[in-house]
């Protein structure tokens, strides 16, 4: 019964890290999961019959249970069992020698394990349980983020710590006669040690995804401000040209008025209107720095054959930093456009609405086909989803940052799949 109680608790372990450490979901077809469970449970079996646990079926079983319970990609299911298998396989050795130290006292080659082993379980699973809740979830980081050199650098420091300890602690068993308790409660320690190394590791690995994401954050934040800039030059460019014409147009119209070419004036002042007319800005929103932007994505909209609507007006400027408005609406109106060009009739809508307490801002546009926004509203659509998708999460911290509130919505409206952003940001600045 010991090895069924070990598979199922090793099983349990492999589930839990794959689906909260590594973000990747069940298969939705039933047979596939209950097949995998079912491997789980009859490798059990066999080692109970032949009273063995050859690495041979652990491995078997660990791999082919993994494949059939994870839909992802074939390749990295083995390549993540494989390792997984492995670096588990370390951190319970800790444990086991955890229990050794504290309730044996004893070595690994003298001591049967049987139970001590399925508490150890329990150990190995309170590491991990405390990695994912203080350094994963804490920093919504997951670890397929983690590059590939600290990935190896946890499997090469695991495995030199396991080493030295299995030596280390048979030849305390060996000359236990030579030695007291002080020197288990010194190899207690550092073994807590070595699993609090591991700790610094997988932090030291989670700043460095946090900084990557700081600078990625900036450069787009760059980037939209440097496209605006590059808007309002070519309208300030324009500007100049027409000032510097505008003698010659004045002359050029005095000259048809003495002619008494009415109707030929009447045509110029039209044209020179139009040139005018270009100029002006649009939108005008009650926020003099709203009005750069959603007037610079009324100009991306009209270069992608979009309809742009604005509505509303507010009645004073809002208080969030520059930086933050432009991430903030920066972001919504540039996903707005690249998922609205895919739909059928691409179109935008903005509205602004304010109360006594709080602004109200509602960004809406048509897109290819109803989503499920509880479930990918944070995913992105493009090919490089580690560099992409962090844009709704910056909307989402700019929002919360303001004490604010959001809904997002799909729906279909005159046979139009729509997706809808409603934002709330109190007026009072409480940051």
Known sequence: MIYIVDNISNYLIYLFIIHFGFKLNLRKNKFFLGMSVLIVLLAGAFNI??????????????????ILFFDDCLGRLIVLSVALMYFTGIIDTFSVILIQVVLIGGGVATTDLTWWMESAYLISFLVYFLVYSQLLKKNEVYLCDIEFRYKCALLIQGSIFQMFYNFVFVFFDENHAMYGWDAYIVFFISIVGVVYSIFLTLGLAIKNILSNRQNRDLQSFMYMQKQQYDYQLQQF????????????????????????????????????????????????????????????????????????????????????????????????????IEATVKATVPKIRVELLEHKREFFIVVSNTIAEKINTKKDFFMTSKGDKVNHGFSLKNIVAIIEKYHGEYYVESI???GEAIFKISIAIPRENRI
């Open 237 to 336: 460019v324009a500007i100049r040209r027409f000032k510097h014409d505008l003698v010659n147009h004045i002359g050029v119209i005095r000259e048809l008025i003495n002619e008494k070419k009415i109707r030929a004036v009447k045509k110029y002042i039209d044209t020179i209107w139009d040139i005018q007319d270009k100029f002006d800005l649009k939108i005008h929103t009650g926020d003099s720095f709203l009005d750069v932007i959603m007037n610079y994505y009324l100009y991306l909209s009209v270069k992608e054959n979009v309809e742009f609507v604005v509505s509303g007006k507010l009645s004073e400027n809002m208080y969030l930093e520059m930086f933050d408005i432009t991430t903030l609406i920066g972001n919504i109106l540039q996903n707005a």
């Open 49 to 66: 019959y032949f009273d063995t646990n050859s690495p041979i079926v652990y491995i078997f079983w660990s791999v082919i249970s993994i």
């Open 412 to 414: 279909v409206e005159n």
